[in-house]
């Protein structure tokens, strides 16, 4: 878009509704290459004046975009979602901020198998939806291709229009409506409705008995069907009343073909969104409580009640600073209000989340807009039901709650798998270490599916994220918009360190350099415990060979010698240590010089016959389609994996209980995706450690 055209649609009004009646928040969903990000742009474009789509190119969303649309009475806040499994995050939060879904399939790639499991899950919390058809190059032949394909990955669907071709047959430039029996011709400047031509009537009775038949059985009136069957003329307002009424409720799922580039199908697309998708008052809210986790009353979508709202996206503009997408559940937002932030992310998750730890605040409102993609506009107010960007909330994250100050509450967060793809980072330059501290900091907020650790015993510094994809992301948003450069380097996993045979040494630390001298000598018996067993010392002097109040520093050196390791830097562990002997110095010894003696008759010990490395194996669950059970287990097989048993999971899943060693899985969250065709996820949890087989350990020790 042009900075002319920009300035054009931005100076467009905000719409201004006054009561969720008049809102409708519709999210974009499918797979990446479906069109959702063109038909996003072409609605945007029908419905604003001054607006003009972005080109296609190969630019493919990569982000949450929201923009709020004026169609006749109705505001619809239209968000457009990634279809990037990596972005899983902005897909929950597009999900969680509307109250309907419209499943966009493209007819010249089908359906995968994540946007069907997506469609299981709207299923499950009764989401509203609807089916979009884009790519119709072929015509009507292609449609019904498609809608074959979404009868079996989504079960029962009914189309409302069928695609009329333009007369090279490789365009869409009208549709057939298949209750109303007009044409929507698009093959004009504007949008012309006009009657079904003979031939057009014939496609369009051939089609429209199975449409009446699946509405009228969603009726409420019991008896409606069998009149119908019987052959009773029903009246059309009352069959497009028992539409409104069972796609609002998600029970009936309409199909729309469309072209966005002649603008077929986007008049009716607007239609649906107005006339049959549900007010925000009618979606389900989530359990609200208090900072202190007890239940409230339950959110009714009452603009005049208590505030309650949730940021859905954090993102920092270089000119405004943080700027907030919020949803508004309850009650009424304003400018210059003072809101309470809340973010307790442990008390869901059941564990502190490094990066987002809890925090509660207060913070006065700044500006309120009304999202356009990329631009905003100026608005006064955002009652219940709506979606507004906000300004300069400095303290608050991506899935925080935003409540009145003196009832401050808590949403329950949407829920999100834990990423599972670990990236070893650091800065390019050395003078760019604290400038990547704080610009980690600020990505860690705006990001809900990344976590980042600094890990203590490997000393590096780890982003966990959901996919190759989104490292990518990561890494450019921090040099782009940060300026700090990074490089990822190879991640290491925390081993540990045991004695694998028992042996005894002399620990002998003796100097004399003029003045005080040290002296202290240690015999020491060490021997192997079983896993888990941790760390005993032994005392067994006899004679006072080593003086009484010398014999704990000797436990401390070695202590302190286990922390650091001796074959490789890895802590030590499940071992005895027994003090049977040692000498003193009257003058020369003392309780250093028996902790550095103890220290070195551990590693007077370690050679590689004596220790060897233990690597963690982790308990990993796998959910993935019953269609690739076995591949997964094939695949685990090459990873040194154990499966130790699988259990239905229902809807056609099945999930797969296995021990595999955490530096197998390190790529898993990539590999996993491959081989379950995008149905797989998993879990993983530290089970215990085992002894790395003997050519790994070689590999890993001349390669340290």
Known sequence: MSANDRKGAASTAAPAPTSPAQIRNVVLVGHSGAGKTTLFEHLVAAAVPGYRPKDDGDERSIGLQVAALQVGDTTVNLIDTPGYADFLGELRAGLRAADAALFVVSSADGIDAATAQLWQECEVVGMPRGIVVTKLENGRTAFEDTLERCREAFGDCQPLYLPVAGEDGSTIVATLALLSQNVYDSSGDELAVVEATPEQRGTIEDARGALMEAIITESEDDTLLDRYLEGEQVELDVVIGD??????????????????????????????????????????????TTLDGEPTEALNGD?????????????????VGRVSVVRVFNGTLRPDDVVH?????????????????????????????????????????????????????????????????????????????????????????????????AALQRVVAED???????????????LWTMGQAHVDVLLARLKDRYGVSVEAEPLRV??????????????????QSGGHGQFAVCHVEIEPLERGAGFEFVDKVVGGSVP????????????????????????????????????????????????TAGALALKEATSESTVTLLEPVEAVDIAVADDYVGAVMGDLSTRRGRVIGTEPAGAGRTVVHAEVPAQ???????????VSHGTGSFTRELLRYEPLPAHLAKAHLSSS
């Open 341 to 437: 932030v809340s973010g307790h992310p442990s008390t869901f998750a059941g564990k502190d989340v490094e990066g987002h730890p809890d925090h509660d605040s207060d913070e006065r409102v700044g500006s309120l807009s009304a999202p356009l993609g990329d631009d905003n506009r100026p608005k006064k107010v955002a009652v219940a039901g709506d979606i507004v960007t906000v300004a300069k909330l400095a303290h608050a994250e991506t899935g925080d709650t935003l409540s009145s100050k003196e009832t401050p509450v808590v949403v329950e967060p949407w829920l999100l798998p834990d990423p599972l793809l670990p990236v070893a980072i650091h800065p390019v330059a050395k003078a760019d270490e604290d400038k990547l501290a």
């Open 664 to 674: 197998e899985l390190t790529r898993y969250a990539i590999d996993l995706r491959s």
């Open 243 to 288: 539409l409104k009424k069972a796609v609002a409720a998600g029970t009936f799922f309409p199909v729309i073909p469309i072209s966005a580039h002649t603008g077929a199908g986007l008049t009716e697309l607007f239609e649906l969104f107005t006339e049959c998708f549900p007010t925000p008052d009618r979606h389900e809210l989530r359990a609200v």
């Open 303 to 319: 603009p005049s009640g208590p505030l309650v709202a949730e940021v859905v996206k954090t993102a920092t503009d270089p000119y």
């Open 548 to 595: 009484r109040q010398f014999i704990p520093s000797v436990e401390k050196g070695v202590r302190a010698q286990m922390e650091k390791g001796t074959l490789a830097g890895y802590p030590m562990v499940d071992i005895r240590v027994t003090l049977v002997d040692g000498k003193a110095h009257s003058v020369d010894s003392s309780d250093m010089a028996f902790q």
């Open 494 to 511: 925390a081993m540990r360190e045991t004695f694998v045979a028992p042996v005894r040494v002399q620990g002998r630390h003796v100097k």
């Open 448 to 462: 809900v599916t990344m976590r980042m650790e600094h890990n203590a015993e490997t000393h590096q510094v780890v």
